[in-house]
């Protein structure tokens, strides 16, 4: 993400001024809260996973070197199953929702952005769920996929399909959460891809059609590759907003069905993170995971500002 | 572009016009049939909350209820066990709150980071913009123990205060200084205004636009907020309306219409926020996307 500023240098007018306390004045109050809750637990929370942390009982705390970390690598223990099940967890719910959050928003941008009369408000109806909350989407498809009286069995019965007990064995608890997830996201993406699109200037197209250019071909020779670095962001987003994942399982299918190995089939890392530190009192733990997650996030961030720099250049 | 010719070659079985026409109703019913999918769920919860349970398990699925009841309505108002009305005043409480105390710290830092001129400015700043690529996993157990520590659990300022620590709005808010001209503040200060009176009476009327946006994103956050209330608003008078879904959902056994009723309590206002100020919600995402 390019966030460079395109203005540094202060007007002239204002250097000369002596130096005051009012600017300290105007910032002084998001300072005083980001210095407690962004600056200082980014070391307060490294501290915590090098410790035997319970809130309960901070007294009681206890310095343990990497311990928590090396439990987490340690081949075979419950923490490890557990952990490194719920990162699977994760990743296959990044292979299986990803594709259509980023197919399906360019689709509906498209047939958005050929600008027939309406548009916009059907733009307004495919952006409408993701304004709902976590909790309640995840509360009506829960509902919707049930088997007894749920919307789904109840159509897939009517045309002789089978009618499977979608929120509590697999696949199908897994792609319940897919679905929920991506009838909720889709329309933000979509969103931004639109005004992607109704960034490129009309000029190229136009020059395309003087030379005859079909409509395949300029998709592919124009509006793909001028969609190019925005593609880049949605699907880097995309992948670490995955990461915070937790509502829906939460609510719909609780991370069931259980594995016999530890952890759940549909238990991802955030909810995996949720149990050790809030549910059982392993917050050393917990943080220990927090930033191997986060570290793994930083990562796709990293690797993304690459690509787009790289491009920059070329 | 070396496909020229390709699309003359085609034989034509239909005309231009007819072609045209033909794309345009493709068009719509894609269109349309994506908006009934986006539909039928929204629709679902509504008619769910106006059913009475002998209704919800019947052979035929009536998509308006053979008997529409506010029942479930009312026996979750009343229940004192999951009083979702008092979760009600307590998320809006919170939400608004956020949302006031967001505006006023964000616009006033954000003005600093645009306009004044003090040394650690660029530090300063070049370090905030690195947070916000920070996963907020990381804060999670830290931002925990120290509200914890500050005895905050439980209280709306556990949940309200580490609000005010984002950076997005002060990234936000400054982005928009920037496109203000300098003339106008020029000439106040030539008045002879100071930097306060400037801010206040020069420059807040001109981000009116900016700060609505700013407070339309921060509202529905704050209300939507599932995790944090979920950890730190534990008892049940002070819980806000997300969590208190999850504690509905685990005090009933198969009431979907009451969970739905539920639902509607917690969704119908951030549907009317959207209806009727879409234009800054879109917006925002929007612009979000195009610093990419």
């Known amino acids: 993400m390019a966030v460079t500023a395109t203005r540094n240098g202060a007007p002239a007018a204002r250097t000369r001024r002596r130096i005051s306390l009012t600017p300290y004045l105007f910032l002084l109050p998001h300072m005083l809260f980001f210095a407690v809750f962004v600056f200082y637990p980014l070391f307060r929370g490294l501290w915590i996973s090098f410790q035997n942390y319970d809130f309960l009982r901070p007294e009681q705390a206890q310095f343990i070197g990497l311990d928590n970390y090396a439990a987490l690598f340690r081949a075979g223990s419950t923490k490890f199953n557990e952990f490194w099940n719920a990162m699977k967890v994760t ?12 197919l ?31 909790a309640v989407i995840s509360l009506i498809w829960w509902w919707i996929f049930q088997s007894q009286g749920g919307l789904l069995n109840y159509y897939l019965k009517e045309i002789g399909l089978p009618t499977p007990r979608w929120l509590s064995t697999m696949p199908y608890a897994m792609w319940t959460i897919v679905i929920a997830t991506v009838w909720w996201t889709m329309g933000y993406n979509m969103i931004i ?19 005859g250019a079909g409509r395949w071909s300029v998709f592919r020779s124009i509006t793909m590759p001028m969609l190019r670095p925005v593609m880049i962001f949605i699907l880097t987003m995309t992948i670490i907003a995955s990461f915070n994942l937790l509502a829906q399982p939460m609510m719909m299918t ?15 890392v955030m909810y995996r993170i949720f149990d050790e530190g809030f549910v059982r009192p392993f917050q050393g733990s917990a943080a220990a995971m927090s930033f191997i997650v986060a570290a793994i996030m930083i990562g796709f961030s990293y690797a993304n500002n690459l690509i787009l720099r790289r491009r920059g250049e070329g | 572009m070396t496909t020229t010719t390709a699309t003359v070659q085609e034989p034509r079985f239909l005309s231009y016009r007819a072609r045209k026409i033909l794309t345009r109703v493709l068009i719509y ?3 349309a049939l994506v908006a009934i999918i986006i539909i039928i769920p929204i629709i679902w919860m509504f008619s769910t909350s106006l059913k009475l349970k002998s209704q919800l398990f019947s052979r035929e699925i009536h998509w308006i209820p053979q008997v529409i009841t506010l029942d479930n309505y009312t026996r979750i108002l009343s229940n004192p066990s999951t009083p979702i009305g008092r979760w009600f005043v307590n998320t809006l409480i919170v939400s608004t709150i956020t949302t006031a105390l967001v505006l006023v710290v964000d616009a006033l830092a954000a003005y600093a980071y645009a306009r004044l001129e003090f040394p650690g400015r660029r530090v300063l700043f070049t370090m905030l913009l690195a947070t916000l690529f920070l996963p907020g996993v990381m804060f999670l157990v830290p931002n925990f123990v120290t509200v914890a520590q500050l005895g905050m659990l439980n209280k709306f300022s556990g949940v309200i205060i580490p609000a005010l620590a984002g950076v997005f709005g002060v990234y936000f808010m400054r982005q928009f200084y920037e496109t203000i001209p300098k003339e106008l ?6 008045d002879g205004a100071g930097t306060f009176q400037t801010f206040l009476q020069v420059v807040l009327p001109l981000t009116k636009g900016a700060l609505a946006t700013l407070a339309v ?3 529905l956050a704050s209300w939507n907020d599932f995790l944090w209330a979920l950890l730190v608003l534990k008892d049940r008078a002070v819980q806000t309306l ?10 009933y056994t198969s009431e979907y219409g009451l969970m739905m009723a539920g639902a509607v309590i917690v969704a119908v206002p951030v549907l009317l926020v959207y209806v009727f100020l879409q234009r800054y919600v879109v917006q925002s995402v929007a612009t979000s996307g195009l610093k990419g």
């Open chain 1, 91 to 102: 990743v296959q719910f990044v292979l299986l929702s990803v594709p259509f959050l980023v």
């Open chain 2, 242 to 251: 997300q969590p208190g879904l999850r504690t509905l959902q685990g005090a």
């Open chain 2, 217 to 219: 994103i921060t509202f």
């Open chain 1, 104 to 134: 399906i928003p360019l689709g509906l941008a498209l047939l958005l952005n050929t600008r027939v009369k309406g548009a916009n408000a059907f733009r307004a109806i495919y952006f409408a769920p993701w304004v709902l909350s976590a």
């Open chain 1, 254 to 268: 609780r991370g069931d069905p259980r594995l016999s190995t530890g952890g759940g089939a549909t238990q991802p």
């Open chain 1, 193 to 211: 891809l639109l005004a992607a699109l109704q960034e490129i200037p009309p000029e190229l197209y136009e020059a395309a059609a003087i030379d």
């Open chain 2, 185 to 190: 503040e020029e000439a106040a200060y030539i």
């Open chain 2, 29 to 31: 019913s894609l269109m």
